[in-house]
């Protein structure tokens, strides 16, 4: 089978998230089996994108609505992601440094959905899937099935793949002209809550949904930021499947941004290397147990609860324990971890904005992972954290509940059911005594570096997915 992936980011050409992650390594593996996966993104201003060559595979102009733009589709010349990847370059619109953030992201996002639809409009081939990743590729689905010119992949399948209902892309009606031309008694396919709204008409108009755990699909019809009754009334196509994780890239044996590599063998002295350094780098005491916070500072993972959760746990803990933060976002959140610096120094460090070898030697150099999420439709920091040897301490809620047992049910890992200060500072107690059970830690850490969360099985089951609808 020929898959095309569209999206709006993919490790390691453009991250902001997990999206980046998934879009980067699915292709990859479902190559490996035997298919045909390409990825096309747009052609940000970014390292990999100045680094890396590229060959011109199209050329031409398009227009969304009385906007006209010139754009060319790249290839990138070695293969080198597993996969042919496929940029869009259209001046002025993706060749920026940032993905999202601009105030005129609707139009670049739709830009770079009709530029991509008009190149595939003249290839002498069909693909058999159109596999889009959320609201950002979200019109696609309707522009296939309904706009003119488009006609000739109206029989391709689309599949929308949900990371995160909380992000819609809604934009308004006076802004429908931007689309190519369609019936209008077909314009309800486009519309949630008076507004043009791209992940609705997804839902309503792909072949087929998925969400990146069952647990996600099933928590989205009661909290979908408004879209829970178009989601039960589509539910019948729906299914979720549970990310993977790059295990060639997420691999504490080979992984080069660590200062000491280890194996299941060798965990219990190389994890302790990486936590020495990271914590010379920190100004921490390696001696101590080491929890850790990565990811977006932002309500969704709880961070507006973490200046609490650890000005409880360290003033309680006193000496005893050790704090690492990395991450960005909400300004007040921010601001407030940079506050603990001064009352905690040397327990407790922050590291404010986003570093992946950080993020590797954390993952490497760590004791423990909180992820106290409000929502996490999959959650992938941490599959990373036990593929690295490191008890995730994690809110029961979408692919988290999927994928981490507490030890109090034979498990491995540590798990809260609210996202509450008193929660989470209860869960990391318990963390301080399994830590001083070095018996008990020591058979945690092998149970965890044991379990496959590789893409293989997720690889395999997008592809009977696919073949259901040939």
């Known amino acids: ?115 991509t639809l008009d190149w595939m409009a003249q290839w002498e081939h069909r693909p058999d899937v159109i596999h ?91 909290n979908a930021r408004g879209l829970e009754s178009l989601l039960r009334q589509e539910r019948w196509k729906s299914v979720g499947i549970l990310n993977g994780i790059d295990t060639e ?25 990486n936590k020495k350094a990271l914590c010379d780098v920190f100004q921490l005491d390696s001696s101590k147990p080491l929890f850790t916070f990565i990811g977006r500072l932002v309500d969704e993972k709880g961070a507006d609860l973490l200046p609490d959760i650890f000005y409880n746990a360290l003033q309680q803990h006193g000496n005893n324990i050790n704090v690492l933060v990395l991450g960005s976002g909400d300004n007040w959140v921010e601001g407030r971890l940079n506050q603990l610096k001064d009352i905690f120094g040397g327990k407790y460090n922050a590291y404010i904005g986003y570093n992946e070898q950080v993020s590797h030697e954390m993952y490497a150099g760590a ?10 439709p999959c959650g992938l920091n941490q599959l990373y954290a036990l593929r690295y040897g490191t008890v995730p301490i994690v809110r029961r809620v979408g692919g988290l509940k999927d994928t981490v047992i507490d030890i109090g049910d034979g498990g491995f890992g540590l798990c809260h059911d609210q996202t509450s200060t008193w929660d989470v500072t209860h869960a990391i107690n318990r963390a301080v005594d399994l830590y001083n059970d070095k018996k008990a830690f020591k058979a945690v850490r092998k149970t965890m570096m044991k379990i496959d969360h590789s893409w293989d099985k997720a690889a395999l089951n997008y592809i009977e997915l696919y073949q259901i609808l040939k």
């Open 1 to 115: 089978m020929e898959i095309l992936h569209i999206s709006a980011e993919c490790y390691p050409v453009a991250k902001v998230g997990g999206l980046a992650d998934v879009v980067g390594a699915l292709p990859k593996y479902q190559n490996k089996i035997g298919h045909i996966a390409k990825v096309v993104v747009p052609a940000y201003d970014t390292k990999f994108v100045r680094e890396s060559e590229f060959e011109v595979a199209y050329d031409a102009w398009s227009n969304y609505g009385n906007h006209h733009f010139s754009y060319r589709v790249l290839k990138e010349k070695t293969n080198k992601l597993g996969f042919d990847l496929y940029i869009i370059h259209i001046q002025g619109l993706t060749d920026r440094p940032n993905v999202y953030g601009y105030a005129d992201d609707t139009e670049r996002f739709i830009a770079f959905q009709i530029a």
């Open 132 to 222: 889009c990743h959320d609201h950002h590729t979200g019109l696609i689905p309707f522009m296939v099935s309904n706009c003119l010119k488009y006609a000739v992949l109206s029989k391709v399948p689309t599949i929308l793949t949900i990371h995160n209902a909380q992000y819609q892309g809604q934009f308004g009606w006076d802004k429908l002209y931007y689309l190519p031309a369609f019936d209008l008694w077909n314009g309800g396919l486009l519309g949630w809550e008076d507004a043009i709204n791209p992940l609705a008409s997804a839902i309503k108009c792909a072949w087929r949904v998925t969400t990146v755990s069952p647990s996600y699909l099933d928590e989205m019809m009661d």
């Open 249 to 273: 890239v997420w691999n504490p044996e080979t992984d080069p941004m660590l200062g000491k590599s280890y194996n299941l063998k060798t965990v219990e002295a190389g994890k302790l290397a």
């Open 367 to 376: 004791d423990f992972l909180l992820m106290p999420s409000r929502v996490e």
